[in-house]
């Protein structure tokens, strides 16, 4: 009986799943994001209000496709403004929409800027998020 409980518990030690990853939720790279924001300055004053967001391209802030910071009524969230679903092409690159941020591919994929998940459909991946720290009145850190 002891063989029989030992051999039991392996089994099923053995057939658990260490990890819940999904390898389509690998799209996208660990590209630096290094950003700072003054909320004083008119490119970023909307921030200073609830359900707001605005996109700050590569170039300027990092990240696979730029980066889109939003307030959500307890402080500012920033999500890589690449689709985590697709592989990196053009139409990836998400779009503002209203408290959403929306793929320009065919399936359109939709994620909220409030808390990151995919609203269509069981998307198997959340928006990749960046720590954002305040550094000073109104002025704000961007890093991962």
Partial sequence: MKNFLTLLTFVLLVSCSKSDDNNNCNFLQNSGVN???NLNLPQYSQLQFTSNSVYIPF???GGNGGI?????GSGLRAWDA??????????????ID???AKCG??????????IGQPLNEALPCGLKEYRVTPTGSNTYSITN
Avoid: K, R
């Fill in 35 to 37: 950003a700072s924001i």
């Fill in 59 to 61: 170039e300027v802030a």
């Fill in 68 to 72: 889109i910071v939003t307030n959500v």
């Fill in 82 to 95: 690449a689709d985590p679903s697709h592989i990196p092409s053009s139409c990836s690159i998400m779009t």
């Fill in 98 to 100: 209203g408290a959403n």
């Fill in 105 to 114: 591919c065919g399936d359109e994929n939709e994620y909220s800027l409030f």
